[in-house]
């Protein structure tokens, strides 16, 4: 593969990491979160937590069952390669639904995910992510519609199109 093409690939490899977060978290499956981290990864996300790159999968996981829904997107994802190295940037939104004494209320979150990269036997994946939160907002809220088929585990039906298993 031509050096251009490589640079392409590896970005594009890299995209799809972030992307498989974003799943991972939204859809509590927990080995597709591990699997953005390498083995020796450190994560850190402020004073919420501070530890290892797949420990942070586990803790967001676990901390989203006590909520109804949750969606992260990430737009603006800048990579830097160097060989088998990389650095990026992705600008995050984060909606949480909760309930709380029978009044639905929502967490919005701005952020930026910082993130080292390393490329070992093929697979690129996290060495240190460093989560910024830019802005937060919570409020009360009222539903437009009821939740129809959607679940946040692998009976949502994204799991039958894209083949994937937890």
Not at 65 to 90: C, F, K, P, W, Y
Not at 125 to 132: K, N, S, T
Request: hydrophobic letters at 35%.
């Amino acid at each position: 593969m031509t050096e251009p093409m490589q640079a392409l690939a590896d970005k594009q490899a890299i995209t799809e990491q972030i992307y498989r977060y974003c799943r991972s978290v939204d859809r509590l499956d927990v080995p597709l979160g591990h699997a953005v981290f390498h083995d020796d990864a450190t994560a850190h996300y402020g004073d919420r937590y501070q530890g290892p790159g797949r420990g942070v999968i586990d803790w967001i996981c676990a901390s989203h069952l006590h909520m109804q829904a949750h969606s992260h997107q990430v737009t603006n994802i800048l990579i830097e390669l160097d060989g088998d190295r990389a650095a990026s940037e992705s600008y995050v939104f984060a909606a949480l639904r909760g309930e709380r004494e029978g009044q639905a209320f929502q967490i919005q979150v701005w952020g930026r995910y910082c993130d080292a990269w390393s490329r070992r036997e093929g697979l690129w994946a996290i060495d240190h992510r460093d989560a910024l939160i830019d802005f937060d907002t919570m409020g009360d809220v009222t539903a437009v519609s009821p939740r129809q088929r959607v679940t946040r585990d692998a009976h949502d039906p994204s799991y039958a199109i894209l083949r994937v298993s937890p």
